[in-house]
């Protein structure tokens, strides 16, 4: 499973942290704002509150091309949405750019 973490306002002690706990072959990409990691194991949320230089963290499902950003999203909500179960997703674009939002927007309209 493939992971983003948003690191904090200390980037290298953020990346040191990180690959201490999930090891440096872990790790896959990263820029000024990101570190993406694969595990073979679920990252739990109790895992994540153990990290003091990440914000925030989330779990890749998909990457793909603006152009197919309402297919693949209103597949995944019709693959793992019941009546009874509600849904928690977010969309990320990185980096964001003014375009980005109101693209964003209409397309989250449109889901």
């Given at each position: 499973m493939k992971y983003s973490f948003l690191i904090g306002r200390h980037p290298p002690l953020s990346i040191a942290e990180l690959t201490a706990v999930f090891g440096p072959a872990s790790m896959r990409s990263m820029n000024a704002e990101h570190?993406?990691?694969?595990?073979?194991?679920?990252?739990?949320p109790a895992?994540?509150?153990?990290?003091?230089?990440?914000?925030?963290?989330?779990?890749?499902?998909?990457?793909?091309?603006?152009?197919?950003?309402?297919?693949?999203?209103?597949?995944?909500?019709?693959?793992?949405?019941?009546?009874?179960?509600?849904?928690?997703f977010a969309i990320n674009i990185y980096p964001v750019a003014p375009a980005h939002k109101k693209f964003l927007k209409n397309i989250l309209i449109k889901v």
């Amino acid at each position: 499973m493939k992971y983003s973490f948003l690191i904090g306002r200390h980037p290298p002690l953020s990346i040191a942290e990180l690959t201490a706990v999930f090891g440096p072959a872990s790790m896959r990409s990263m820029n000024a704002e990101h570190v993406f990691l694969e595990s073979k194991d679920e990252i739990s949320p109790a895992t994540f509150d153990r990290l003091g230089g990440s914000i925030n963290m989330g779990k890749v499902i998909n990457e793909c091309d603006e152009g197919e950003l309402i297919e693949v999203c209103t597949d995944y909500i019709a693959s793992v949405c019941t009546p009874e179960k509600k849904l928690i997703f977010a969309i990320n674009i990185y980096p964001v750019a003014p375009a980005h939002k109101k693209f964003l927007k209409n397309i989250l309209i449109k889901v």
